[in-house]
C-alpha cells in the first residue's frame, strides 16, 4: 500500500513529535509519503496541488464541504479497497474549485474548523486506525 499526503504548511516541532509516533507505526505497513507545500493564495496552493496528483492513485480531498465519513465504514473500506491513495489537505483558506474536480472523493470529518497542525495529526491517526480496522488490531477498538 502506498499512501500520500500532500498538504500546506509546515509542521511545528510540537505538532511534528506528535505526528512521527503515529508515521512511524504506518511505516510498518505500507510506503508513506508526506508533501509539504508552500503557503500562497488559494489559487496558487490549489494549483500546485494538482500538479502532485498522480492518476493512479485514488484522490482524497479533505474539506469541510466534503461528505461525513466513519472511520469502520471509510477508512477501513478505503483502505482494504485502493492500494494507493492521496489525501490532501488544502491551506487556510481552502482549495478552489478546480481541485474539488480533481479528485475522486471530498470528505469532512466535522462540522468544526481545526487548525491545519492539529488536523494533519489527526489525519495520521485516522490513517493508523484504518490501517488496524484492516488489520484486525486492537487498537481501533479502544
Do not use: W
Not at 20 to 25: C, V
Not at 45 to 73: A, V
Not at 106 to 119: D, G, K, R
Amino acid at each position: 500500500m502506498k499512501i500520500d499526503i500532500i498538504s500546506v504548511g509546515k509542521l511545528k516541532k510540537e505538532f511534528k513529535d506528535i505526528f512521527e509516533i503515529y508515521k512511524s507505526r504506518v511505516d510498518k505497513t505500507c510506503i508513506f509519503n508526506i508533501i509539504e507545500l508552500k503557503e500562497k493564495n488559494i489559487n496558487k496552493e490549489s494549483d500546485d496541488i494538482i500538479k502532485l496528483i498522480k492518476n493512479d492513485f485514488f484522490k482524497i480531498l479533505l474539506s469541510p464541504q466534503g461528505k461525513f465519513i466513519k472511520s469502520n465504514d471509510f477508512f477501513g473500506n478505503l483502505l482494504s479497497i485502493n492500494t494507493k491513495i492521496q489525501f490532501i489537505i488544502g491551506g487556510a483558506e481552502g482549495v478552489n474549485e478546480k481541485l474539488f474536480k480533481n479528485v475522486d472523493e471530498a470528505i469532512s470529518f466535522s462540522n468544526l474548523i481545526f487548525p491545519h497542525q492539529l488536523f494533519r495529526i489527526m489525519l495520521m491517526e485516522q490513517i493508523y486506525r484504518g490501517i488496524c480496522i484492516i488489520n484486525n488490531h486492537p487498537y481501533h477498538k479502544v
